[in-house]
């Protein structure tokens, strides 16, 4: 028998009103992929069919979805095309991250100072978006372990590296 296709499961979990569960950690699992494959269209799309099930998840899922669809949303606002939508929901996220990361920091705070970091760069606020990176890099540093969302960082630091140093370069002296 062949294994299932990424189209057979989407279809199997949709059509299973006892799969709600299931379907919602399916797609925050495929929010993560597309985001780290740097597709952040198919991320939000993702991430649209986990929102319907976040009631039916675990907090550290729902995290990863509110975290994970901040950062594809900020992506995309890079990109003129719908700037406005993509901002309202990236600043959505990062409330509920905040929320969190006030009420429980060493499980969130660093996901919401990241996400902030993202807020403060495209916003052009750049000392901002520094001392939030820097916050983030911070609180992963000294623990036993690599936090699964440290991996985020990883497309997200060239877009801020890369701007900063070309705004550096390229300034009159």
Not at 3 to 30: G, H, Q, V, W
Not at 43 to 58: F, K, N, P, V
Not at 122 to 129: I, K, P, T, Y
């Amino acid at each position: 028998m062949a294994p299932p296709t990424n189209r057979s499961t989407k279809a199997r979990l949709a059509n299973n009103p006892d799969s709600a569960f299931a379907e919602c950690l399916y797609s925050i699992r495929k929010l993560q992929a597309y985001f780290h494959a740097g597709d952040y269209a198919s991320a939000i799309e993702a991430a649209s069919r986990a929102q319907r099930h976040t009631a039916s998840g675990l907090l550290f899922q729902v995290a990863d979805f509110h975290f994970y669809s901040a950062l594809a949303h900020a992506a995309l606002c890079d990109a003129a095309d719908q700037r406005e939508q993509h901002a309202a929901a990236l600043t959505a996220h990062h409330r509920q991250l905040q929320v969190w990361g006030e009420n429980c920091p060493e499980n969130f705070a660093n996901r919401a100072a990241l996400v902030g970091a993202e807020i403060a760069r495209l916003e052009g606020r750049q000392l901002d978006a520094e001392r939030l990176y820097r916050h983030f890099s911070d609180s992963l540093s000294g623990l036993p372990e690599c936090k699964p969302c440290a991996f985020a960082i990883f497309p997200i630091s060239p877009r801020f590296s890369l701007r900063r140093l070309a705004t550096y370069f390229c300034a009159e002296k």
